[in-house]
Nanobody, 123 residues
Framework: QVQLVESGGGLVQAGGSLRLSCAASGRTFSPYAMGWFRQAPGKERELVAAISWTGGRAAYADSVKGRFTISRDNAKNTVYLQMNSLKPEDTAVYYC????????????????WGQGTQVTVSS
């Protein structure tokens, strides 16, 4: 089992930045691919960014490319999502997820999920 705890969410004005963190505990952090998803009210959960086990490869939703950066520190069992130039449409609950894989996984079939952290971007 892997437990995931997100932090770093909050309220920010449009154009601002936030950095989300996801701390993993339980079984060894690797080899797990990691991802960040989000779900806005009335919408389906969607992939925001995903990263491979080594951190060498990443994938992003078109809506966040150039603004968000996913990274990981396996020594700290933590994955990050740096969010810059935030827009009101980025408002959602953000979830961290882990799956047993080495490569980047962009489908929703992840094995473990965090509880989520709220990100609200005001206009």
């Amino acid at each position: 089992q892997v437990q995931l705890v997100e932090s770093g969410g909050g309220l920010v004005q449009a154009g601002g930045s936030l950095r989300l963190s996801c701390a993993a505990s339980g079984r060894t952090f690797s080899p797990y691919a990691m991802g960040w998803f989000r779900q806005a009210p009335g919408k389906e959960r969607e992939l925001v960014a995903a990263i491979s086990w080594t951190g060498g490869r990443a994938a992003y939703a078109d809506s966040v490319k150039g603004r968000f950066t996913i990274s990981r520190d396996n020594a700290k069992n933590t994955v990050y999502l740096q969010m810059n130039s935030l827009k009101p449409e980025d408002t959602a609950v953000y979830y961290c997820a882990a799956t047993r894989a080495i490569v980047v996984v962009t489908t929703p079939e992840y094995d473990y999920w965090g509880q989520g952290t709220q990100v609200t971007v005001s206009s």
